[in-house]
């Protein structure tokens, strides 16, 4: 025979399960939705390091070409909008050359599967460039380099002094 205070709990440990039960369930929730979120950041920063490794390679690649005298270089000094990075440059959304006198750097230079185009501009000539000798008279050059990986895109630019002696 059940007394009164026995019939009354007979339902609460059902009900405490459920809420235990119910907590877990929220508790794994959260964690496979902060687990996601920490792969989507992972895979972003992926993609970064992607894009600025392939920008990082080609633009050594082309300061060792022209030091090699392997690329042609521009003859007349850039003027005003000629000189400025194109606004397609620095969109994520462009996945092809900025400009068209933008060329490819090749897939075995960029590397990753990340796609990568370059740019060189005459800025002017300088007697004294910085870090080098006195009265050495230089042609200065910008290097412009834009890769594109996944939604990412790095832009790098160096100036090359180019030195006759």
Known sequence: M?????????GSALIISLVLLLMLTLT???????STSQERMAHNVKLKNDSFQAAE???RYIEQQVR??????PLL????????LPVAA?????????????SALPVAVAGNDARAWYRI???GDSVMPANLAAGAPSTLYRISVVSHKGATRTVLESVY???RM
């Open 2 to 10: 059940f007394t009164g205070s026995t019939r009354r709990q007979a």
């Open 28 to 34: 794994a929730v959260a964690g496979i939705g902060i």
């Open 57 to 59: 390679s080609g633009l």
């Open 68 to 73: 090699a005298n392997e690329l042609m270089l």
């Open 77 to 84: 000094v850039c003027v005003q909008a000629g000189c400025e």
């Open 90 to 102: 620095l969109d994520p959304d462009h996945l092809s050359a900025p400009a068209a006198d933008w």
């Open 121 to 123: 501009v005459r800025l």
């Open 161 to 163: 002094a180019f030195t």
